[in-house]
């Protein structure tokens, strides 16, 4: 006696309308690739900002503080510049704060790109500001480069499946149809309380998914994520015809044979 085909439950395809798909896939891709040209931008312009004289900007000390909260010396200045905050608050080195009376004029370096001040200039003494650099912040540059390209893959293949069955339907052709057994059924709340590793999408947003897993006449099982109406119209070893989206495994309707 032939044994049974072995079903393999886990299936990147995200068994929902392709239209969703493809609005869901797309907003999440374009929000990964923001963040990786957010991280791309950051770091080579840092990088150049690093090797080039910074922006000086003409300024008056016009209070001195301790804060309660960080209890960190601050300056704040007034600047002469059309182009930056006329009122600026800084965390200063201690030096800085003795050396720096109320009145004193003198220059903020700012990074030409980045826009941000990283150093203060008087009378030929330089104080660079406490965690600021010249080329920003490379660590944080960088982690948004990565997050991007981890979350950037799979949302452009659900999109690139979504619109391949899009495209196919406006050609007559995205609508598969097919006949098959029902091999399988399997819930998040299965009666076993085995916990099944799902890494479609519709398992990982709904709160309780519903898989089958169908036998074709030919070829091997095919795994769906479905509705719990569907889900509970159709039992173990029954005959169904099914229509569905090749690419994101839609199941558009199910009839009994």
């Not at 910074?54 to 182009?83: E, F, K």
């Not at 490379?138 to 950037?152: A, D, K, M, N, R």
């Not at 109406?229 to 015809?241: K, T």
Request: proline share 8%.
């Amino acid at each position: 006696m032939p044994e049974p085909p072995v079903v393999s439950w886990g299936s990147w395809r995200p068994g929902i309308r392709p239209s969703h798909a493809l609005a869901l896939g797309s907003v999440i891709t374009l929000l990964a690739l923001a963040l990786l040209s957010l991280g791309l931008f950051t770091l080579f312009a840092g990088i150049l900002d690093s090797f080039s004289p910074p922006l000086q900007v003409a300024g008056i000390v016009t209070g001195h503080a301790i804060s309660a909260d960080d209890h960190l010396p601050h300056l704040t200045m007034r600047l002469r510049s059309a182009d930056k905050p006329t009122t600026l608050a800084l965390v200063v080195p201690f030096d800085a704060f003795q050396h720096l009376p109320i009145g004193t004029t003198l220059l903020v370096d700012y990074a030409p790109r980045l826009s941000f001040p990283y150093a203060l200039d008087y009378q030929g003494q330089r104080y660079a500001l406490p965690g600021r650099h010249a080329d920003g912040n490379p660590i944080g540059s960088l982690s948004l480069c990565l997050l991007g390209l981890l979350v950037l893959p799979y949302p452009a293949l659900i999109a690139r499946w979504a619109w391949s069955d899009l495209l196919a339907l406006t050609h007559g052709m995205g609508r598969h149809t097919l006949t098959a057994r029902v091999l399988a059924r399997r819930s998040s709340g299965n009666p076993l309380g085995q916990h099944i590793q799902q890494p479609g999408l519709s398992a990982r947003l709904a709160r309780s998914w519903y898989a089958l897993a169908l036998q074709p006449q030919d070829g091997t099982p095919l795994v769906f994520y479905v509705s719990q109406d569907i889900y509970e119209e159709v039992h173990l070893g029954e005959q169904v015809r099914i229509t569905y989206a090749s690419s994101t495994r839609y199941l558009y309707k199910v009839e009994h044979v």
